[in-house]
């Protein structure tokens, strides 16, 4: 099995930053492509940032200039730095990666975390 936790969402204000954390576990044999999507109440989970195993990144408009989105291959980790947050970027934030797990044969699969809250508000 492979498991991704998250880690540092929470509540701050206007203009302020967050960096949440994604670790994977369990049979990982190797991670393809890695990315970001949030969920705001109401509305449909929507992508936010993905970069892949050559560590070019691609942004959703909407935070362009104000996220990164990083990856350590060896941590079996991606990160996601997010600045001068607005209170349009309230959501859950779920991270996603493309896994082969050890034994596993054909494409990878999609593996998502569990969800980490940022609000942002004053």
């Known amino acids: 099995q492979v498991q991704l936790v998250e880690s540092g969402g929470g509540l701050v204000q206007p203009g302020g930053s967050l960096r949440l954390s994604c670790v994977a576990s369990g049979k990982v044999y190797s991670i393809y492509g890695m990315g970001w999507y949030r969920q705001a109440p109401g509305k449909e989970r929507e992508w936010v940032a993905s970069?892949?195993?050559?560590?070019?990144?691609n942004y959703a408009p909407s935070v362009k200039g104000r996220f990164t989105v990083s990856r350590d291959s060896d941590k079996k980790a991606q990160y996601l730095e997010m600045n001068n947050l607005q209170p349009e970027d309230t959501a859950v934030y779920y991270c996603?990666?493309?896994?082969?797990?050890?034994?596993?044969?054909?494409?990878?699969?999609?593996?998502w975390g569990q969800g980490t809250q940022v609000t942002v508000s004053s």
């Open positions: 970069i892949n195993t050559g560590h070019s990144t």
């Open positions: 996603n990666m493309r896994i082969v797990e050890f034994g596993a044969m054909g494409d990878p699969g999609d593996y």
